[in-house]
T-cell receptor, first 114, second 115 residues
């Protein structure tokens, strides 16, 4: 079955550590997105990529980094510069190029700083 | 940039009662609008979408939404709520920025269903 796989489901980070969240899709979608979800704040865009080897900052990119070396993969690194990383992170994909196409979501990764 | 507003943070209904979740959009032309549902600890699933044609859109799980240009609204409705409908609901708009398509979400409405 086609879909988006995020791993791990739960992740714990110590202060000062970088951690990487995995996102893989087998939908052959061009566009991929990372969102951060905090209670009562909806989904806020961190980074997005419309094509391989290209990505753009979203509204809250500070303290995060991404890469898009393969069409099916869009990993997110939460760096030590992100001061409040505890949140639920969602990866999504779409065919891109048209605003009426739906986004498909992974099951999310819950990151907690310990 | 386009945006959507969901004015209700929480909505509580009794099982079997009707439901309406509100969504207002800000865009001069016809927007591309979506409703998604999120169960606790899960990703989002598309319920329905509107981009042209009939203003009343049917979706999955018995949901429907009506696009009203005069009110800049795209409210989600269900005639009879089931306990399994308890979830977070997000209205979204398909925004276009610099040639890129960006799904942009409201803050969500949490639906609580009483037995």
């Amino acid at each position: 079955d086609g879909g988006i796989t995020q791993s791990p489901k739960y992740l714990f980070r110590k202060e000062g550590q970088n951690v990487t969240l995995s996102c893989e899709q087998n939908l052959n979608h061009d566009a991929m997105y990372w969102y951060r979800q905090d209670p009562g704040q909806g989904l806020r865009l961190i980074y997005y990529s419309q094509i391989v080897n290209d990505f753009q900052k979203g509204d809250i990119a500070e303290g995060y980094s991404v890469s898009r070396e393969k069409k099916e993969s869009f990993p997110l690194t939460v760096t030590s510069a992100q001061k409040n990383p505890t949140a639920f992170y969602l990866c999504a994909s779409s065919t891109g190029g048209a605003p009426y196409t739906e986004a498909f979501f992974g099951q999310g990764t819950r990151l907690t700083v310990v | 940039a386009q945006s959507v507003t969901q004015p209700d943070i929480h909505i509580t209904v009794s099982e079997g009662a009707s439901l309406e979740l509100r969504c207002n959009y800000s865009y001069g032309a016809t927007p591309y609008l979506f409703w998604y549902v999120q169960s606790p600890g899960q990703g989002l699933q598309l319920l329905l979408k509107y981009f042209s044609g009939d203003t009343l859109v049917q979706g999955i799980k018995g949901f429907e939404a009506e696009f009203k240009r005069s009110q800049s609204s795209f409210n989600l409705r269900k005639p009879s709520v089931h306990w399994s409908d308890a979830a977070e609901y997000f209205c979204a708009v398909g925004d276009t920025t610099g040639g890129s398509y960006i799904p942009t979400f409201g803050r969500g409405t949490s639906l609580i269903v009483h037995p």
